[in-house]
């Protein structure tokens, strides 16, 4: 089974309605991460969370919202979804106890807003 | 601002003809450099760190290398399952930054 896994796979959704984005993990880390990628733009980070406790916004957190259900979930919101959201959505996790900041992905979310 | 930028955007090599894909940072004070592979429509899949100029890592046809300003992921004669998106980021206030990527094409 992955490690990181994100529902759904794929979503179409029209303008001005309200999804949810969602991402589980069994390695047992403690930070999680939502980044949307574009072409051209790269990876952008939305949201992260060091902890249960801790969100914090990244560079691109307008429309979005999150919440950290528990140290393995981690739920990306879109409020009120408009067409520029159109994206491949990413979650990730890292591990602060070993000291390094390498994350690993999921398998992403492809959202088209119509 | 702390940035990384990479190049070439987009690579097509025949199967192997070896190459070389750069990434420069201007990072202060580097706490590690990260190598990624994204196939199309997938996650990113951690190669690797490295995290001092002068270090060297291997992983089948891919070697990559740090200095002080830039890191390079060298490829050793190419086959075409090596096509992908080759990302690199480095860690800035305990979050990663990502360069735009580098998309290679590998030609059989």
């Known amino acids: 089974d992955a490690d990181v896994t994100q529902t759904p796979r794929n979503r179409i959704t029209k303008t001005g309605k309200r999804i949810m984005l969602e991402c589980s993990q069994t390695?047992?880390?403690?930070?999680m991460y939502w980044y949307r990628q574009d072409p051209g733009l790269g990876l952008r980070l939305i949201y992260y969370?060091?902890?249960?406790?801790?969100?914090n916004k990244g560079e691109i957190s307008d429309g979005y919202s999150v919440s950290r259900q528990a140290q393995a979930k981690f739920s990306l919101s879109l409020e009120s979804a408009i067409p520029n959201q159109t994206a491949l959505y990413f979650c990730?996790?890292?591990?602060?106890?070993?000291?390094?900041?390498?994350?690993?992905f999921g398998p992403g979310t492809r959202l088209t807003v119509l | 601002e702390d940035q990384v930028t990479q190049s070439p955007e987009a690579l097509r090599l025949q199967e192997g003809e070896s190459s070389s894909l750069n990434c420069s940072y201007t990072?202060?004070?580097?706490?590690?450099l990260f190598w990624y592979r994204q196939d199309p429509g997938k996650g990113p899949e951690f190669l690797f760190t490295?995290?001092?100029a002068g270090e060297e890592k291997e992983k089948e046809r891919l070697k990559a290398t740090l200095t002080k300003k830039e890191s390079f992921l060298h490829i050793t004669a190419p086959k075409p399952e090596d096509s992908a998106t080759y990302l690199c980021?480095?860690?800035?206030?305990?979050?990663?930054?990502f360069g735009k990527g580098m998309k290679l094409t590998v030609n059989p």
């Open positions: 990730a996790t890292s591990d602060r106890q070993i000291g390094t900041d390498t994350q690993y």
């Open positions: 390695k047992g880390h403690d930070r």
């Open positions: 969370s060091f902890d249960v406790k801790d969100i």
């Open positions: 990072v202060s004070g580097l706490r590690g």
């Open positions: 490295l995290y001092s």
């Open positions: 980021a480095v860690p800035v206030s305990e979050k990663l930054v």
